[in-house]
DNA sequence: GAAGCTGCTGTAAGCGGTTACATCCGGCGC
DNA sequence: GCGCCGGATGTAACCGCTTACAGCAGCTTC
């Protein structure tokens, strides 16, 4: 059994109230007091436990994190993100993820009671009326790209449709108008955002995107390999892809080559989420740049923020996105990189 | 203030024993008792609090995972593995990662006391005493991917060794002697394991690496462009690279791209950690597999494991790695794999 | 009809801390 | 010499739950 406060208190005589002021630094303890316990505690091994000193003072310095069971990269880099906030705070992630149902959500907010002083949901299943039911009604949220930005929570949420439009209009611009898009699996909220965004741009434009170059995938390089060959069979060929993310980008780039299609000559090619390999592909690829640390990031920042002003009010943040011009699609680059 | 045992057991008119027999399913309760308690429970929105719960049993539900800073998606993808298989449990992860030196992981282990009911820890700069130090002694406890695999503690470790040995005896079978190899950082433990690695195939190949054609890159794209540059400046030059990672891989062959230099033809590329986009890029690239979030997967069974039997014996697993062959190093794949 | 079960429920003692409040004590002002 | 003050420390009541044990009713069983 490891030891505790009482046998750090027994072993250096005083009273445990004596030797938890020692380890708060709270209160008037005299100097030689001090580093008798402080002796006595290394000596012994002493922790203090953490369930206790959270029961006491109910405070856990730590945050909670539920998520669903998200596609690749994702998951791992909005972790990252929050980590590296709540790391600078001292505190601690309590992660819940892969779920896949309403029901294993709710039950991962239930367990969250008692073990943190806030949370940031991504639950694109659970409105906001049933994430009330499962939670402390005083316990400070941050919905992360959450569907419906549910009012009465924080919300932080990227520009999936400002991303998607920006790249459109781009593509649009520079002549394009058969545009293969190659989307997402459609019960994905940022997937039909950002075909919002891509349609957004059409109209904008007065133009309107045909349904027959519309092609499904699931995000991963495999799917954008298949939905590029489909395309290619269209008669006439787009001029243009968009996949809704890099990783789509690539498997299409990886089909165009095999096909002889040269990119961006015949045709252009842009992917969405500017992963780290995508300037290294070739050609390096066109795409948004979207920072999902900095999603975290910023969803952990505005929940500290909650949690010391519980009676500040509540905002909804639209994490802005930025267009990145590669040689893939044929335009020249605004910007400097190197091309 | 959120309710409590107490508010339910009076509002159901029973003892809090009652209402904590039917939240645990222990005991006998009647059952129009247990009816009622689950409805007052449920008006009440009352939720047991986790804090008291494992005050009280002594069990938390939860494993600790304690990281360094990681370099990108390392640290995401070991945290996936391990909560994919936490969940499967029921269980919850607390994760405290970003830590740079050894007092910042010497506070995060003992901040665990008490909230975690077993601990995976990753921590190249700490040995196993200082570890005992930081922790109850009678905590569970997985290294990962540790630099010595402290006899005291469970171990698992990636054969980063036998990887490498797998791709430099490759490279040597097929006529190879001037290898350019692009290491990592050498205070990372994998690094200096897969150069090792190297080593041990040429010296078993009756041949040696020659000094000149080591180039230290830091993991990233850019320094594997930056090594390939350096390379390419050699007279003679090298016939192949290994870098020890796909993305410096990558960036090696971008490099080589502009510099005009065929692969497979002109140069043979191969890298390690068969990250997905390593058989998208031209040509697709021969790597070593190694699956991390297998690693952390693993991590987390022998961890519930020695959870189970605290006084079970210690082991020390090694996770194997397949070597991938693919166009970039100019061999005929072993495998079916499209070429 | 007493003794012994059986099934259900209550009492109370922890779990390991924090903290409001009480206590003790030496020094100080008058 | 006495009351007061303030620093250092102790006492004990929580925090919200689990659980060993006790208690109590209603039935058997002989």
Not at 37 to 47: F, G, N, P, T
Not at 63 to 78: K, M, T
Not at 88 to 94: A, D, F, K, V
Not at 120 to 147: F, G, K, R, W, Y
């Amino acid at each position: 059994m490891a030891s505790t406060i009482r046998d750090v208190a027994r072993e250096a005589g005083v009273s445990i109230a004596t030797v938890s002021r020692v380890f708060n630094n709270s209160g008037l303890v005299h100097e030689d007091t001090r580093r008798r316990i402080d002796e006595v505690a290394k000596r012994l091994r002493y922790i203090p436990n953490g369930a206790a000193r959270t029961l006491s003072t109910r405070r856990t310095q730590t945050i909670g994190v539920v998520l669903p069971d998200l596609y690749g990269e994702f998951f791992s880099e909005v972790i990252r993100g929050i980590d590296q906030e709540v790391q600078r705070s001292g505190w601690h992630l309590l992660v819940s993820s892969s779920h896949n149902d309403r029901a294993e959500i709710e039950a991962a907010l239930r367990a969250m009671r008692g073990r943190v002083d806030g949370l940031i949901v991504m639950s694109p299943d659970l409105d906001a009326h049933e994430l009330a039911q499962n939670l402390p009604e005083t316990l400070p949220v941050v919905l992360l790209n959450c569907a419906g930005d549910g009012g009465v929570y924080n919300s932080i949420n990227m520009d999936n449709r400002g991303g998607a439009y920006a790249v459109t209009e781009h593509l649009l611009s520079h002549g394009h108008r058969r545009i293969g898009l190659i989307t997402g699996p459609m019960r994905n909220h940022d997937a039909r955002e950002r075909l919002r965004g891509a349609h957004e741009a059409f109209a904008a434009a007065g133009a309107t995107a045909a349904p027959e170059l519309q092609v499904a995938g699931d995000f991963s390089e495999q799917s954008g390999h298949r939905a590029a060959l489909e395309l290619l069979e269209l008669e006439p060929r787009p001029t243009a892809l968009f996949a809704a993310n890099d990783s789509m980008a690539i498997g299409a780039l990886s089909a165009l080559r095999e096909a002889g299609v040269r990119v961006p000559e015949e045709m252009a090619v842009a992917g969405y989420d500017d992963i780290p390999i995508a300037r290294y592909v070739s050609p390096p690829l066109t795409t948004v740049r979207v920072s999902i640390p900095e999603l975290g990031g910023q969803a952990a920042r505005r929940l500290f923020e909650a949690i010391r002003d519980t009676k500040g009010e509540r905002r909804h943040e639209l994490l802005p996105t930025e267009l990145v011009v590669r040689r893939s699609c044929g335009a020249r680059p605004g910007s400097g990189e190197a091309w």
